[in-house]
C-alpha cells in the first residue's frame, strides 16, 4: 500500500516515535511505501512530502519535534481545500492517511473522512491529555515530568527566600498538566481551567501556610484558567492566526494579586515551550512506539474514520466522530480526592 502520514497542530514529543513504529512495521512487514507530508495539511494541499523508510527513521525514537513538521490549519480553511485532497488522494495513489494531531486535526480528519469516504486514520497526541476515547495521549507524560522538575528546583529557591513562586503551565481547555505535575511536585495550590478561582481563596492557603512556619508556597497555574467574575481583573488575550486567544500571563497576574494582598513576595516561572520540547520519556517512547504499530494495523484493516487509543493496558480502535467538539476534561475527583488534602 502506498500510505500517507502527516503531524498536524502542535509539537509534542513523540511524534518521531510514531513516525518510525508506522515506517518500520509498514515498510518491513507489509511493504508499503510512506509519504510524510510536510507541515500538515499544507503539505497534502500542496502535495508537498518527503518519502520515509527504515534508514532515514534511524535514530528518530528519542528525538522531540516531528521530521516532517507541523502547523495549525486545515483544508476547510480554503475553498478549494476538500478539492485539492482528494486530488492529492489521486495523484499520490494513496491507499490511506494517517493523521497524527490533537482536537482539531483529528476533527478535521473526521469530517473529511465523513464527507469524502476517503480512506483516514487517527492517532491522538496532545501534551494536554484531553482527547475524549483514550485515556492517555502520548507527550502528556513528558510534559508533565518537564514541569514537575522544574516544581522541585523552585522550591528550594522559593524557601531560600520566603518566596511564593506562581508556576504557570500549559492547558487551554483543561487542567492536566497543572493537577498532575501540581500534585507530583507538592504544590500549595493548584488552578484549572475547569474550575474557576477566587483569589482570596488562594491568598487564605498561602498566608495559613506561612502563619504555620511554612516559609515557601508553589501555585501551579493551567495557562486556561480563570478567576471567578467579580473576584479579580480578567486578562485580556490577543487572538492567534485561528482566532484563538493567544494564552499566557494569567500567572503574572496571580502573583502580582497574591503580593498585593498578603504581602509576602510572590515571583512567577511560565515554563511555556519546554514542555513541549526535548526527548519523550521512556513512557511516551513506548507509547508512541504502540499507537504507530495499532496505527498502520488499522491502515491493513481498513478501519477507516477510526483512531487508535489506549484503554487500560491495551490500544484499542475509536470512531474519530467521537472526539468532534469535545474534550476531556481533569477528573475533579482527582482535585478535591488527592490534591486539596495537601493544599496549604
Not at 55 to 73: D, E, F, N, V, Y
Not at 164 to 181: F, L, N, Q
Not at 249 to 261: H, P, T
Amino acid at each position: 500500500m502506498r500510505i500517507g502520514v502527516l503531524t498536524g497542530g502542535g509539537d509534542c514529543p513523540g511524534l518521531n516515535a510514531v513516525i518510525r513504529a508506522i515506517v518500520r512495521k509498514g515498510e518491513s512487514v507489509h511493504g508499503d511505501e510512506i509519504l510524510g507530508f510536510i507541515d500538515s495539511w499544507d503539505g497534502v494541499l500542496a502535495q508537498t512530502f518527503i518519502r520515509l523508510d527504515i534508514s532515514s527513521m534511524r535514530g528518530m525514537l528519542p528525538k522531540g519535534g516531528t521530521i516532517i513538521g507541523t502547523k495549525r490549519g486545515s483544508p476547510f480553511d480554503h475553498d478549494d481545500g476538500i478539492d485539492r485532497v482528494r486530488r492529492c488522494f489521486d495523484e499520490q495513489r494513496l491507499d490511506g492517511l494517517v493523521v497524527i494531531g490533537g482536537n482539531g486535526s483529528l476533527t478535521v480528519a473526521s469530517m473529511i473522512h465523513e464527507q469524502t469516504g476517503l480512506p483516514i486514520v487517527g492517532v491522538p497526541k496532545t501534551i494536554d491529555n484531553d482527547i475524549i476515547g483514550t485515556d492517555v495521549t502520548f507527550g502528556f507524560h513528558t510534559s508533565v515530568q518537564i514541569a514537575t522538575d522544574a516544581i522541585d528546583r523552585l522550591h528550594t529557591t522559593a524557601e531560600s527566600h520566603n518566596r511564593v513562586i506562581v508556576v504557570e503551565v500549559m492547558g487551554r481547555d483543561a487542567g492536566w498538566i497543572a493537577a498532575y505535575a501540581g500534585i507530583a511536585g507538592g504544590a500549595t495550590v493548584i488552578l484549572v481551567p475547569e474550575i474557576p478561582f477566587d483569589i482570596a481563596d488562594v491568598c487564605e492557603v498561602i498566608e495559613r501556610r506561612h502563619q504555620r512556619g511554612r516559609y515557601a508556597s508553589i501555585a501551579v497555574v493551567a495557562e486556561g484558567s480563570v478567576p471567578v467574575e467579580g473576584t479579580m481583573a480578567r486578562r485580556e488575550y490577543a487572538l492567534d492566526a485561528i482566532g484563538r486567544p493567544r494564552l499566557g500571563g494569567i500567572g503574572v497576574d496571580i502573583a502580582a494579586e497574591i503580593e498585593r494582598r498578603t504581602g509576602i513576595e510572590a515571583r512567577i516561572v511560565q515554563i511555556g515551550h519546554v514542555q513541549r520540547g526535548g526527548t519523550p520519556t521512556a513512557y511516551d517512547r513506548v507509547l508512541s512506539t504502540r499507537f504507530g504499530l495499532a496505527a498502520i494495523d488499522a491502515v491493513h484493516d481498513g478501519a477507516w474514520g477510526q483512531m487508535v487509543a489506549l484503554n487500560g493496558t491495551e490500544i484499542e480502535r475509536v470512531p474519530l466522530e467521537e472526539t468532534v467538539g469535545r474534550i476531556k476534561t481533569v477528573d475533579l475527583e482527582l482535585l478535591r480526592d488527592v490534591a486539596q488534602v495537601f493544599y496549604g
